[in-house]
T-cell receptor
Framework: EDQVTQSPEALRLQEGESSSLNCSYTVSGLRGLFWYRQDPGKGPEFLFTLYSAGEEKEKERLKATLTKKESFLHITAPKPEDSATYLCAVRDSGGYQKVTFGTGTKLQVIP | EAGVTQFPSHSVIEKGQTVTLRCDPISGHDNLYWYRRVMGKEIKFLLHFVKESKQDESGMPNNRFLAERTGGTYSTLKVQPAELEDSGVYFC????????????FGPGTRLTVT
């Protein structure tokens, strides 16, 4: 069974203080690793898809990287508007589209 | 372009009652998914439609849950009879046939069973 573990559970940063969120996964044949952002009372918002080890994707202050066992979401010089819960999910090599989510990292960026 | 919409946003029912949740995907999206998040746990997959057909319903917890997708457009998820452990947030997501992996989520329906 696919498993996704995210750490830390919560992270508090000062504005401008860069950091990284971790997503460790166990999956039978990775077909995709996804990062989502979720704001309170809203559904997850798609950020990135990574498919193979060594791949990197960037969007504004966010950069996602992937190894064979984990993914990192690097946040450079965060702003208060980056405060949200960041979710990691994986899809395995089975024939279906379902994804397995982690429990997320709740990020708070303080001005 | 309108996003994924869900109705109602919140439902409070008593144990044993029936509730029907509705999801309207992004227009033109063939793929529709239902997920659930119970308190303190991760979001879990329930099922996946391709147009009007159930592609994967391996995450459905039991036969008290029935999902339908009429004509390949909107979908409903009925819980009958509801139990206390069914409480949680039910999310719907959709994706296109060409960019399958980019799933767009709705705001969710918070279901409380008392």
């Amino acid at each position: 069974e696919d498993q996704v573990t995210q750490s830390p559970e919560a992270l508090r940063l000062q504005e401008g203080e860069s950091s990284s969120l971790n997503c460790s996964y166990t999956v039978s044949g990775l077909r995709g690793l996804f990062w989502y952002r979720q704001d309170p009372g809203k559904g997850p918002e798609f950020l990135f898809t990574l498919y193979s080890a060594g791949e990197e994707k960037e969007k504004e202050r966010l950069k996602a990287t992937l190894t064979k066992k984990e993914s990192f979401l690097h946040i450079t010089a965060p702003k208060p508007e980056d405060s949200a819960t960041y979710l990691c999910a994986v899809r395995d090599s089975g024939g279906y589209q379902k994804v397995t989510f982690g429990t997320g990292t709740k990020l708070q960026v303080i001005p | 372009e309108a996003g994924v919409t869900q109705f109602p946003s919140h439902s409070v029912i008593e144990k044993g009652q029936t509730v029907t949740l509705r999801c309207d995907p992004i227009s033109g999206h063939d793929n529709l998914y239902w997920y659930r998040r119970v308190m303190g746990k991760e979001i879990k997959f329930l099922l996946h439609f391709v147009k009007e057909s159930k592609q994967d319903e391996s995450g459905m917890p039991n036969n008290r849950f029935l999902a339908e997708r009429t004509g390949g457009t909107y979908s409903t998820l009925k819980v009958q009879p509801a139990e206390l452990e069914d409480s949680g947030v039910y999310f719907c997501a959709s994706s296109s046939a060409t960019v399958v992996y980019e799933q767009y989520f709705g705001p969710g329906t918070r279901l409380t069973v008392t």
